[in-house]
């Protein structure tokens, strides 16, 4: 088991300090440390994301698949790359971790700021990941960086499929990550150069590198359903969590072609009257979903469930009219009319 750098170095860890002043010449990391069969095959997927004169915004969490990211930049491009650490305090060991990157990046040379946000209740892991892509925006806009690479890797990728399979859900469900998107809420590009890697690899990288990583003991509770999901993929050996990752990234490119033809659905067949929407759908039934998604949410605020507009669109298809989530939907002719149902009056005593 690697010692991690920050525990050999016999640093005291300190949570006062929020960010790391920039060093102007990188150290580059010792290529022999990592396998070169690994970097050289790092460097022909980074080659196709990532432009050779461009900086590189790193989101690195402190475990073993973002330090082998950032093990791996600063193999093959030192000079080029600054790191991000979001402490989201929902952990009383955050800010220690967070500290421990910094401290890893500082004596790598490479630049690392420590963002702190607060997440909003709810949905835990749905604010926390909107406030983390939030906070990194703002991140890359003020140091003027275009692009951010994460470390999502192949059993990510595999596992996610796998979960969503289980709970009947549509391509755009199973859609997986791509490659190259954009920061969610965002406008800066996101990339994903380890979508083809395994976590074994990744935990190669790291252990060769000798940086050291955290561990999340949550990774191990068989009370979450991603754990068990990855204790099930690992003791299935026909399942091969790369072809699995693969076929998540097909799909997303069918749900990218879905959305398009529903963009041309909306703006040919979609017209707005007053308080009411009128659709005459033509295309087929996996468009119109989202269609009439669309349209539930622009007048509720809402996003509706998918199994509350499948059911919607079987009843008007079949000539019904009906109602989803306040919306009132009548058939008229060839069109389908929504609008917002009408309170009901209370009877007076």
Known sequence: MSIPLWLRAGWVTSISAISIRSIAIDRPLDPSLI?????????????????????????ISGGPDSMALLALCHAIRPGSIEAVTVDHGLRAESAAEAEQ??????????????????????????????????????????????????AHHADDQAETFLMRLGRGSGVAGLAGVRK???VPGGTRRLIRPLLNWRKA????????????????????????????????????????????????????????????????EWSGRVRRIGQRHIYRPFAPPIVQMRIVARLLKAITGKQPRGSVVADLITRLSAGES????????????????????????????
């Open 180 to 182: 190259d998107s954009i």
């Open 101 to 150: 990157v910094a401290r890893i990046c500082t004596d790598l040379g490479v630049p690392h700021q420590i963002l702190r946000i607060t997440v909003a209740e709810g949905n835990v892991q749905q604010e926390a990941r909107l406030a983390r892509y939030a906070a990194m925006e703002d991140w890359l806009k003020r140091q003027g960086i275009g692009c951010l690479a994460t």
């Open 201 to 264: 690899e990744l935990v190669q990288v790291t252990d060769g590198a000798g940086l050291g990583y955290v561990t999340d003991p949550s990774n191990a509770d068989l009370s979450f359903d991603r754990v068990r999901m990855r204790q099930q993929l690992a003791e299935t050996q026909w399942l091969d969590p790369q072809a699995i990752s693969a076929s998540a990234a097909y799909l997303a490119e069918a749900d990218a072609a879905i959305e398009w033809m529903a963009e041309q």
């Open 35 to 59: 396998d070169p069969v690994l970097t050289d095959r790092f460097r022909a997927d980074t080659d196709r994301l990532w432009a050779q004169n461009e900086r590189l915004g790193l989101a």
């Open 322 to 349: 009906g109602n989803a989530g306040g919306v009132l939907v009548t058939i008229v002719g060839d069109a389908w009319r929504f609008e917002k149902e009408p309170r009901r009056r209370t009877q007076e005593p």
